[in-house]
């Protein structure tokens, strides 16, 4: 009786260590997974890339796309540094007022790195205590081919853009074509400054010279147009002044409207002031100033830009009144005239 009870008891124990084996097993390869040693590429991005050859950078995040992003932006900050200095340098170099330049230093603070050829995430990493790793790489030989064949393309039609110039020589269509071709010059720099980070034996000499040489056009041709100014309905010529001062500060000559010849353009204004009748329970006085305007091309009379407005302007005293309608009328035609222009090189 006792060997069958022993014999029952051998085998019940056989049975449930064998049921056990894989439970075991199973729970040793658990351990062994979460126990596993992180990547090299985490403490050393370039583990297994050629520094000569890549530009790599590790991101970290909660979620694998907050790495992902990390990494990448890391990467073009790698290629960001360099052309930021330089553009901060060129901002601040500028020191004059004029509308004309600050618009052009306007332009090279607008580049930017938005989607960069041959940048790519290689590797994840997923950790539970420290969550998320993205391994980004740039293979600077892609990048490179890449950032090649655009500055070839933007300077073919840097060149296109300049011949029109010519052929409009004197008139605001010049000026279009040669701001258009300095931004895009303005991108070839910032491509080839990428390019010399990417491949330093890499040199780019451009068959336009340079975005400098392009400024120095612009604003020679600016230079070269001359508008006629007339105001009317301006009785102490503070508008016409205004007017005037809008127009210079983009280079161009201005004429007295009333003298004025060959100007290639013409610039005429309407000004008049309303003085409202002041209301019984109110001490307020008001009035009221209309302004239109228009430039237009003296050889074919056709209306190049046009704008109008109105604004009423309330003062404790009637001559109070007359004078903040007179300031609204100066900063009107400043303002618009300067938007305007600015719009039309825009298109």
Not at 12 to 40: E, Q
Not at 123 to 130: A, C, L, T, V
Not at 135 to 158: F, Q, R, W
Not at 173 to 199: F, S, T
Request: charged share 25%; glycine share 6%.
């Amino acid at each position: 009786m006792k060997k069958l009870i022993s014999g029952r008891a051998d085998a019940f124990c056989s049975r449930t260590l064998h049921r056990a084996v894989p439970v075991i097993l199973l729970v040793f390869t658990a351990a062994g997974a979460f126990a596993r040693k992180a990547p090299a590429w985490i403490d050393n991005p370039y583990s297994g890339y050629d520094e000569k050859s890549y530009i790599c950078a590790v991101g970290t995040g909660l979620k694998s796309d907050d790495a992902d992003k990390k990494a990448l932006s890391d990467v073009a900050a790698v290629l960001q540094q360099n052309i930021s200095s330089v553009e901060r340098v060129q901002q601040a170099a500028s020191s004059e007022g004029l509308n004309l330049s600050s618009y052009l230093v306007d332009v090279t603070t607008q580049s930017d790195i938005k989607n960069i050829s041959g940048l790519s995430i290689k590797e994840r990493y997923k950790d539970k205590k420290n969550g998320c790793y993205s391994l980004a790489v740039l293979d600077k030989g892609v990048a490179s081919k890449s950032y090649s064949l655009l500055l070839n393309k933007n300077s073919l039609e840097i060149e296109s853009l300049l011949d029109l110039a010519e052929q409009k020589s004197g008139s605001l269509d010049e000026c279009r074509n040669l701001i258009q071709a300095y931004k895009i010059a303005r991108e070839n720099d910032y491509y080839a400054a990428l390019l010399a980070v990417l491949k330093p034996a890499a040199h780019h000499s451009f068959s336009y010279g340079s975005s400098g040489e392009i400024s120095a056009r612009i604003k020679k041709a600016f230079g070269k147009i001359t508008v006629s100014v007339l105001v009317n309905g301006d009785s102490d010529g503070r508008i016409n002044a205004a007017a005037g001062e809008a127009i210079n500060g983009f280079g161009f000559r201005t004429q007295d409207g009333a003298a004025a010849r060959n100007a290639a353009y013409s610039f005429t204004a309407d000004v008049s002031f309303e003085d409202i009748e002041k209301s019984a329970s109110s001490d307020i006085y008001f009035t009221r100033c209309i302004v239109s305007w228009s430039l237009k091309e003296a050889s074919s009379g056709n209306t190049v830009l046009a704008s109008s407005g109105n604004s009423r302007q309330g003062k404790l005293s009637r001559a109070e009144a007359r004078q903040s309608a007179v300031r609204t009328a100066e900063m009107f035609v400043k303002e618009n005239f300067s938007s305007q222009i600015t719009q039309f090189f825009e298109k």
